[in-house]
């Protein structure tokens, strides 16, 4: 097992913050940019950066909803975004105990 | 993507130095603590205003009715009382959900909804009942007895009843439920004064224990 079998789209510390804290709400939820923003600490212009990576993976969508002050973006983790999350999960909890001292 | 997020750029963190196992598992357990901490409604909290909601409020009104004969019912100052304490804490309750719920949408918010309109329909569809009750002949301790149970009643039967939507078993939701029923139907057998003291014992520390276990349930 090998450092590259980890999801490479996941395996950036930005973007397995945003996957797991979309992991944390159950599914057919979504989070607000603007919250999620919040709960991870990003800037606007990075979170933006890296919601386009996840999406064109098509690991999370994203529904925009109204106009100007009113408008909302929606974030969700689609299924596709949580089985790659238990993958990678899988897959580091397997290097971590591989490397342990036996 | 949108007018929240105003600005572009910004610098890809793929340039960061590679991450290594122990890294990305400090930052995984590091995000899911977070995101626990900030996404998740602190239901201990809540048990505990409604425990004392239930102590206090069921409580003051055995105090005001114990000894009376004939039964006349609960002083209005413990009535005031009760009401007060379920008012505060339906906006305590409201602020402790909205903090957690905060930009969250989806199935979530539509079973809030869909929560919090139960409660209003079962607890004003069970009044309008006590004063079908009472209009058809029924005495006043009947009356008392069962419009006593009510809110038990219905708390009891919504809680038990959105664990079928809960996306996994939801225990503590499902025992405190349980738990709720058992105590209306069973305080009602001990009489109009005794199931207001039952009330506010069973059923205030009932919550209250679920406030303190709870937490641990969920960690299990």
Request: a neutral charge; hydrophobic letters at 50%.
């Amino acid at each position: 097992m090998t450092n590259e079998e980890l999801d490479p789209v996941i395996h950036v510390p930005a973007r397995l913050r945003i996957v797991v804290t979309l992991a944390a709400l159950p599914p057919g939820d979504d989070l607000s940019f603007t919250r999620l923003q919040d709960v991870i600490g990003l800037t606007p212009g990075n979170l933006i950066t890296h919601l386009r990576k996840l999406e064109d993976a098509g690991y999370v969508s994203t529904e925009k909803n109204g106009s100007g002050v009113s408008a909302r973006t929606a974030v969700a983790l689609t299924n596709t975004g949580r089985a790659a999350l238990d993958r990678y999960t899988t897959v580091l909890r397997q290097l971590l105990d591989s490397a342990a001292p036996s | 993507m949108n007018d929240e997020g105003g600005t572009t750029g910004g610098t890809d963190m793929d340039d960061a130095p590679a991450l290594d196992p122990q890294g990305a598992a400090a930052i995984l357990q590091q995000a899911r603590d977070r995101a626990r901490r900030e996404l998740a409604v602190r239901r201990p909290v809540l048990f505990l205003i409604w425990a004392v909601v239930v102590f206090v409020g069921y409580g003051a009104m055995w105090l005001s009715v114990r000894g009376q004969h004939p039964y006349r019912g609960p002083a209005w100052e413990a009535l005031l009382l009760a009401f007060l304490l379920f008012v505060a804490a339906a906006g305590a309750s409201a602020n402790v959900v909205d903090r957690a719920a905060s930009g969250v949408g989806g199935r979530s918010e539509l079973q809030r909804g869909i929560f919090a309109l139960a409660l209003l329909a079962g607890f004003i569809a069970l009044e309008i009942e006590k004063q079908a009750l009472a209009t058809a002949g029924a005495s006043r301790p009947v009356t008392a007895l069962f419009g006593a149970a009510i809110p038990l009643l219905v708390a009891g039967l919504v809680l038990l009843a959105s664990c079928a939507t809960a996306s996994q078993l939801d225990w503590p939701r499902l025992a405190i439920g349980g738990w709720l029923l058992a105590v209306a139907a069973g305080g009602v057998w001990g009489g109009v004064v005794t199931s207001l003291a039952v009330y506010a014992l069973a059923g205030g520390a009932g919550i209250a224990l679920m406030a303190v276990i709870e937490p641990h349930v969920r960690r299990s």
